[in-house]
């Protein structure tokens, strides 16, 4: 099994960190860099065993037939990664479309 992201996934986990820094979550730049790292290492790691739903009707901006699983960061922060699954040569193919929190999305679940 594979887990990729597109490149609007990784442009979310930098200016995640930025945001982390520059409202004081993480006391430095190097500190909120690890928290998404350490988010997307595991998102990469657990999205294949993880359960996962059928990704609401609202979130098909980002791609259709997607699904989506959950990854609790902290008691307060859920994170969402919305992603299609593939088959290429018998191999499944996680393509990770869009990641968010609790915090910005919750009303669309």
Known sequence: MTV???PEVHSY???LAEILFEKEYCA???TARKYAIDLFKNIKT???IKSHKIAPPHFDQYG???YYASFKKNRNTTYYAFFNKYLDNGETV???R???NNHMIAQYL
């Open 4 to 6: 990729l992201a597109i």
């Open 98 to 100: 869009y990641i968010n």
């Open 13 to 15: 986990l930098d200016n």
């Open 64 to 66: 259709t037939g997607m």
């Open 28 to 30: 430095t730049r190097e």
């Open 94 to 96: 996680y393509l990770v």
């Open 46 to 48: 657990n999205l294949p």
